[in-house]
């Protein structure tokens, strides 16, 4: 999508997140920048500890702090730079202008409480309503994101729904202050495909009923061609690609995201016999190479690769960019 | 062909205990009358979605879960007939893999000690000839000699699958249970894996019983494939068959709800309402009516037969009332 004449909801400059372990400081975001336009969904891609979860983890920094910390870089969201704000007043912006909705329904949800109660009080304190205002609201969103018989299921307890009818609470209690941007991390990765397709779909269409932006992190492509417009392919705690999704899935720049696209196990109409593959494995984050981090995995590499680290040039036209010496064109 | 194992109204019943002096007052019917059967050198895949009775299958067709009914024909000799001893004589021709590499091998035995150790159960060889064969495993999974003093956490996901399968190699079995190999596995690394059991699957001729919720997983290795709903097979059929022509709504709907990798593909998606049933209670009649969208009166009240509706030497079984009039012969 063209950026012209329209401002960011979300911009992130030159971020850069390190956690202290035993071994050395690791940097699991590692300079990223990035924008969220209004209405727009952005994917967040990439493997197992590629940092795609942290980076959605900081925005809303719910990352521990000690161990981790933001070394540099900055957030800005709706014109206020979110590294800069207090804790205080980062309470205020979660749940109410920014929401986050997380993996594994079972533990982001309390077991002790009630459905409804844990509902209830996510309205309060950011609304300024009653336990019995706060109450219909509920049962009205709960009705939104398709769970049947609401007024009956909002006083169950979550071990009494099943992990779809959990997801659905959790989109529901984060879309209730209506925030502005919703970021979800692997909001469906937990629940089978005929659930998972079910979810997916009600995010899409509440997404489009509360006019919000959404960042979506997730390693299962297939989600992203679906429902993103533009995705951010990450490798090794670096931005490494991002496109339009049209562009990214049918002309991929880079070699990783190539590969990547290439070695989903996908449905064919003949079988094959050997899957393409990408040789070799992630380095270890604590021993990074000097150069381009996937050189060592690369078909395309060479010396220049292996010296000197290729950054992210964004196309001002496209909006697209990759970091590649030899990008495949 | 020949048959390697034939499966015949296996049932596997779990009892609930409760009340207050701890009788059993329901059961679960993880495996509710499964028959199949598999020939020499070919992969049956299961797939379902969680909770459907596919792992619980796997282990039971292994007597790793005590069957509570039926036949296991494995080689001509009905493992359910065995005793202990000779059943475990009779475990060195089939093996498992698990899902899960960092639980399913000992953190405190080095690589040669875990490969080793079904040769020293088996007391198979001289201590020599167990170490060659253990270094003859590692070059046919694809890691280096150097890695035999080594301990697990010093591995990958992928490396710990590939150390994983050496030990399932290490009896030379002919019938090896998959239980989802990959799907811990990073997208890059899963499809070398994949590779991996396909070739020993060409090159060793060993039988597999492939157990993954992912179709696309599933197409890949598979000679024939399985679907299994709430405790039983609703349809099996060539892996080429059920892909080209799915005929249980289920499969169907199954099919439907992958997301497809590729944004200009949106796919006409069979949105399934509703959960899958308790198998503590499943729904009489065929376990699918309270979600298919082709139920008919009948659905509810008897239980489909299989019916045959490819042909005498391809045949293709679906579960189904829908096809009733069109069994073949």
């Given amino acids: 999508m063209s950026s012209e004449n329209k401002t960011p909801l979300l911009s992130v400059r030159n971020l850069v997140v390190e956690f202290s372990t035993r071994y050395g400081p690791v940097r699991a975001v590692d300079d990223i920048s990035f924008d969220?336009?209004?209405?727009?969904?952005?994917?967040?891609?990439?493997?197992?500890?590629?940092?795609?979860?942290?980076?959605?983890l900081t925005l809303l920094q719910?990352?521990?702090?000690?161990?981790?910390?933001?070394?540099?870089?900055?957030?800005?969201?709706?014109?206020?730079?979110?590294t800069k704000l207090s804790e205080k007043e980062m309470q205020e912006m979660r749940g109410s202008d920014i929401s986050m909705i997380f993996q594994e329904p079972m533990t982001a949800l309390n077991p002790v409480f009630s459905v409804g109660n844990q509902m209830i009080d996510v309205l309060r304190r950011h609304k300024n309503l009653t336990r019995r205002q706060a109450r219909e609201l509920a049962i009205n969103m709960l009705d939104t994101v398709g769970i049947p018989a609401p007024r009956k299921r909002i006083d169950e307890y979550p071990h009494q729904m099943s992990g779809g009818m959990r997801q659905r609470v959790m989109i529901a209690m984060a879309l209730s202050c209506g925030p502005k941007l919703?970021?979800?991390?692997?909001?469906?990765?937990?629940?089978?495909?005929?659930?998972?397709?079910?979810?997916?779909?009600?995010?899409v269409k509440l997404q489009d009923e509360f006019h919000m932006s959404m960042i979506l992190v997730t390693h299962d492509l297939g989600v992203v061609a679906e429902s993103c417009d533009r995705a951010i392919v990450m490798y090794c705690g670096n931005i490494i690609e991002t496109a339009a999704i049209d562009d990214l899935f049918?002309?991929?720049?880079?070699?990783?995201?190539?590969?990547?696209?290439?070695?989903?196990?996908?449905?064919?109409?003949?079988?094959?016999?050997?899957?393409?593959?990408?040789?070799?494995?992630?380095?270890?984050?604590?021993?990074?190479?000097?150069?381009?981090?996937?050189?060592?995995?690369?078909?395309?590499?060479?010396?220049?690769?292996?010296?000197?680290?290729?950054?992210?040039?964004?196309?001002?036209?496209?909006?697209?960019?990759?970091?590649?010496?030899?990008?495949?064109? | 062909m020949s048959t390697l194992l034939k499966v015949v109204d296996l049932k596997k019943y779990f009892p609930v205990r409760g009340g207050m002096f701890h009788r059993v007052v329901a059961h679960v019917k993880a495996v509710d009358g499964v028959s199949f059967e598999l020939e020499k050198g070919r992969t049956l895949g299961l797939v379902g979605e969680?909770?459907?009775?596919?792992?619980?299958?796997?282990?039971?067709?292994?007597?790793l879960h005590e069957p509570t009914s039926g036949q296991i024909i494995l080689n001509g000799d009905d493992l359910m007939t065995l005793n202990r001893e000779a059943l475990t004589a009779h475990r060195r021709q089939m093996q498992i893999i698990f899902q899960d590499p960092y639980a399913?091998?000992?953190?405190?035995?080095?690589?040669?000690?875990?490969?080793?150790?079904?040769?020293?159960?088996?007391?198979?060889?001289?201590?020599?000839?167990?170490?060659?064969?253990?270094?003859?495993?590692?070059?046919?999974?694809?890691?280096?000699?150097?890695?035999?003093?080594?301990?697990?956490?010093?591995?990958?996901?992928?490396?710990?699958?590939?150390?994983g399968i050496a030990r399932s190699l290490a009896l030379n079995p002919n019938f090896i249970v998959a239980d989802e190999p990959v799907s811990a596995l990073d997208v890059s690394v899963q499809s070398q894996v994949l590779n991996l059991i396909a070739r020993l699957q060409r090159e060793h001729g060993i039988s597999f019983l492939f157990i993954s919720h992912d179709l696309a997983v599933i197409q890949h290795v598979s000679d024939d494939v399985g679907v299994m709903y709430l405790g039983r097979l609703v349809e099996l059929a060539s892996a080429d068959d059920l892909y080209r022509k799915p005929r249980h709504p289920y499969t169907k709907a199954l099919m439907s709800a992958i997301p497809v990798p590729d944004p200009k593909k949106k796919s006409k998606r069979i949105i399934l309402g509703g959960d899958v049933p308790s198998p503590m209670n499943p729904p009489p009649g065929c376990p699918f009516h309270t979600r298919c969208p082709d139920a008919m009166p009948r659905c509810k009240e008897a239980v489909p037969p299989r019916i045959n509706v490819g042909s005498e030497d391809q045949p293709h079984f679906v579960d189904c009332h829908l096809f009733a009039d069109e069994s073949a012969t």
């Fill in chain 1, 36 to 56: 969220v336009y209004p209405n727009e969904t952005v994917g967040i891609v990439g493997e197992s500890g590629c940092g795609k979860t942290v980076t959605g």
């Fill in chain 1, 62 to 82: 719910l990352i521990p702090m000690p161990p981790g910390r933001i070394v540099q870089g900055s957030i800005n969201f709706d014109g206020r730079d979110l």
């Fill in chain 1, 182 to 203: 919703l970021i979800a991390d692997e909001p469906t990765t937990a629940l089978d495909v005929t659930t998972q397709a079910q979810v997916m779909e009600q995010i």
């Fill in chain 1, 250 to 329: 049918h002309k991929p720049q880079h070699p990783y995201t190539r590969g990547l696209l290439d070695s989903i196990p996908r449905i064919r109409e003949e079988r094959i016999t050997e899957l393409p593959i990408i040789r070799g494995m992630v380095p270890d984050l604590l021993h990074l190479p000097d150069g381009c981090r996937f050189a060592d995995r690369c078909p395309r590499a060479t010396d220049e690769c292996r010296q000197d680290k290729p950054v992210v040039n964004i196309d001002p036209v496209t909006g697209n960019g990759v970091a590649c010496y030899h990008p495949m064109g």
């Fill in chain 2, 50 to 63: 969680s909770g459907c009775g596919k792992s619980t299958l796997g282990r039971a067709v292994l007597r």
């Fill in chain 2, 104 to 163: 399913s091998l000992s953190p405190r035995r080095t690589v040669a000690q875990t490969i080793q150790e079904p040769l020293d159960v088996h007391k198979i060889g001289t201590p020599r000839e167990r170490e060659k064969k253990v270094e003859e495993l590692l070059d046919v999974v694809g890691l280096r000699k150097q890695v035999l003093s080594r301990y697990p956490h010093e591995f990958s996901g992928g490396q710990r699958q590939r150390i």
